[in-house]
């Protein structure tokens, strides 16, 4: 396993990368077509992709099983997406993938909330530590609201459908791989965005003659944000553990910002350094004490 470590560490980079320019790629699409369309077309490619590379790795699944797929396919990718990209209409992508990286901040709260699981000091202090960056963030220098209201909410929103999320996931891990949960989860979200595709985008989307630009980036959040960045995760979390491969988590709003200066031309100034240091730290904090309860159990 040592000799595999810089492979598996090199894929867990490039998840987080694809994660992070992801960001950049929905700004350029939105520019052309409305988040219902993208997200149909984006989950229908990486669950067709998906299925035709690993159709016989993905088990059956149990008709007992079908309620909790719908549920969890329902909070994400369906209501995540729908947080996350409406968000994204509304702020820059550096402030969308702060506040979406702040998933792991809230999930100890999750766990004492649905499974009385203990929050210790640590996951208090890294809790307060974010979300005192998020707030450095999204204040000017007046401590006036820079980042749009509603885009927050809409951001808060998908977080909360995220950590629902692990409550469905948490009960589907223990029986079905996690190519199969992720294929399921794309093909029945891609179900979900279908009826909204048709009744209110879908004359738009026949309408609409996109750039080179604009469809190579649809594709890109298909392929690399949807298909490959999971598929990289996954094989990293078998090999060395969520706990460390959740610290890579870190990268993905250091590579939006970057990739938003160099292609969107967004600036960076020292309060968005400082915000995004601040949130940083303290998902460092979180994932540390994670790690360090993990060692002891091992």
């Avoid at 250091?254 to 968005?272: M, N, P, Q, R, Y």
């Amino acid at each position: 396993m040592n000799s595999n470590k810089p492979v598996i560490y090199t894929l867990a980079v490039l998840a987080m990368v694809f994660w992070g320019i992801s960001y950049v790629w929905s700004k350029i699409v939105f520019e052309y077509y409305q988040p219902v369309t993208v997200m149909f077309i984006r989950l229908t490619i990486s669950a067709v992709m998906l299925w035709l590379i690993f159709r016989p790795r993905l088990e059956r699944i149990a008709p007992a099983d079908y309620k909790a797929f719908a549920v969890l396919s329902f909070f994400s990718p369906f209501c995540y997406f729908i947080g996350e990209n409406y968000g994204l209409l509304h702020v820059t992508p550096t402030v969308a993938s702060v506040v979406i990286a702040t998933i792991p901040v809230f999930a100890p709260v999750l766990g004492y909330m649905a499974f009385r699981e203990r929050i210790s000091t640590v996951n208090v202090m890294g809790f307060l530590v974010s979300f005192s960056g998020i707030w450095v963030m999204v204040l000017d220098q007046d401590f006036r609201f820079s980042a749009s209201p509603l885009g927050l909410f809409l951001l808060f929103f998908a977080v909360g459908s995220a950590l629902v999320n692990m409550i469905y996931l948490k009960k589907l891990v223990t029986r079905y791989s996690s190519l199969t949960i992720i294929t399921t989860q794309n093909a029945l979200g891609a179900l979900f965005f279908l009826p909204l595709f048709l009744v209110f985008e879908s004359q738009r989307f026949l309408s609409i003659r996109p750039t080179a630009e604009a469809a190579g980036s649809l594709i890109a959040l298909a392929v690399f944000g949807s298909t490959l960045a999971f598929i990289f995760y996954t094989s990293a979390v078998r090999s060395i553990g969520i706990a460390r491969t959740s610290i890579f988590g870190n990268l993905i709003p250091v590579v939006t910002a970057v990739s938003s200066l160099f292609i969107l031309g967004e600036a960076i100034d020292l309060g968005k350094v400082l915000g995004m240091t601040l949130v940083i730290a303290g998902l460092v904090l979180t994932q540390v004490s994670a790690l360090k309860r993990r060692r002891k159990t091992d």
